[in-house]
């Protein structure tokens, strides 16, 4: 089990995490967690599950869509504009 001073985190589940959120750091995510939640003590949380699983799903849209745009990038030789679409994702 691994403690998170606010939750704690089964191997198994961080096992899990880590499959289902590839490529992301999920290790290195809890940490960021942690450091937010010292940083903001009056917005600490209740459901710290769900905490968990929005911060992993944000960070993993934010991989992904990194990944999408350096191979849209690669391919065309070209910079992607601000705010177009590209595979069914929002390019930033």
């Not at 750091?25 to 459901?47: H, Q, S, Y």
């Not at 993993?60 to 745009?69: C, D, L, N, Y």
Request: with cysteine; net charge positive.
């Amino acid at each position: 089990m691994i403690d998170c001073r606010y939750f704690k985190v089964q191997e198994w589940r961080l096992e899990e995490w880590e499959k289902v959120y590839a490529p992301l750091n999920v290790a290195g995510e809890l940490t960021k967690m942690i450091l937010w939640l010292d940083a903001n003590p009056k917005r600490r949380k209740k459901k710290y599950e769900r905490f968990v699983i929005n911060w992993l799903n944000k960070a993993h849209a934010q991989v992904v869509t990194a990944q999408v745009q350096a191979r849209v990038q690669a391919k065309a030789g070209t910079q992607v504009k601000s705010g177009c679409w590209v595979d069914g994702v929002r390019m930033a």
